[in-house]
């Protein structure tokens, strides 16, 4: 994993030092200082299901649906806040299914910051074989859609 961080870091030569801890997992999502407890506290009311039975995911697919999670909680907090903000994740012996939506406003005027934030999370998807679809809902808001395969073949878009 750290050659791996480092590599990156050579890749995408602004990114800050990857941490040499415990990879995160699903149990960050929000726990105590969690993904989701750090987006409340920024103003961005957050609904967490999350309904992954026991053992389902790999620690890879745990950390890849953890930074999907994040990366999409920060773009609420940046981009949408105050908002609400309903994050769902499921597993089944097929498929992951990640999907963020948020209902705040965003308009085509935004400030845009130069970071990989949605390429990162389509990089993750394509790398496990899964889908990703991003954009503005009909409604408002944004939303978020990631489909990762159990086995890591490609699934069907």
Known sequence: MTEMRRTLGVLRADAAPAPLGPAPGLDGLDALGGLAEQARQAGVEVDLDVRVPDGTLSPGAALTVHRIVQESLTNAVRHAAPAHCRVTVEA?????????????????????????????????????????????????????SVRLPQDGTRTTA
């Open 92 to 144: 089944d012996p097929y498929e992951v299914r990640v999907d963020v939506t948020d209902d705040g406003a965003r308009g085509s005027g935004r400030a845009r910051t130069g970071g990989h934030g949605l390429v990162g999370v389509r990089e993750r998807a394509m790398m496990h074989g899964g889908t990703f679809s991003a954009g503005p809902r009909p409604e408002g808001g944004f939303a978020v």
